[in-house]
């Protein structure tokens, strides 16, 4: 992928930005795709394997933030920001939460071609996402939240999916139990080991793993956890 022959897709719930983007991008040489709100966008994410995604923070059924949170648990795509919102929080907010960069409303189209081109470069250096990770009969699909074993469904619930899916992103190393408890709980639980536990317990049942001798989910005393790569 060159950058000028780059997938770029914008979400914003205004038809005209929308439309002076896709001019504006597609006369740069660029394919563009769009959504006009936060569930669409995340479909399009997935399913058109955008290299870029610009990302308008007020959507109307989803705060651009919590869009961005849900994309970061499976695609590192990168997203500029583009927003009326000119606050150094909501900035900070963004940035922390895994935007790329972030342009306000109204903005010169030359500088945000600018930043575009720059994202793509930056990106042409780095990893294609992984969006589906299979281990033998076991497949995690992060685009959709989906989790299957033996070709059959498996319901998770939200923690269960977010620990399985933490250690699927790492397959083959180890994974901390102070760091899925950060991650998952927050930064206060990161002593409360017996809540990884639980959850690895229920796991394992749903997956009919066997902690004495796993097929998946193997534990590192006194470490973490480590989904085996196969």
Known sequence: MTTNQA?????????QIRKFLRISLAAQGYKVIEAGNGNEGLAQAALGKPDLLVLDLGLPDMDGHSLLKELREWSPVPVLILSVRAGEAEKVQALDSGAN???????????FLARVRA???QAQAGDSPQVVVTIGPLSVDFAYRQVSLDGAEVSLTRKE???LAQLARHAGRVVTQQQLLKDIWGPTHVED???L?????????KLADDPANPRFIVTEAGVGYRLRES
């Not at 960069?101 to 500088?111: A, L, M, R, S, W």
């Open 193 to 195: 080991s017996h809540y």
């Open 101 to 111: 960069d972030y342009v306000t409303k109204p903005f010169g189209i030359q500088e």
């Open 197 to 205: 536990r639980v959850v690895v317990g229920h796991l394992r049942q």
């Open 119 to 121: 994202l793509l470069r």
């Open 161 to 163: 999916y977010a620990v």
């Open 7 to 15: 997938t770029i897709l914008v979400v914003d719930d205004e038809p």
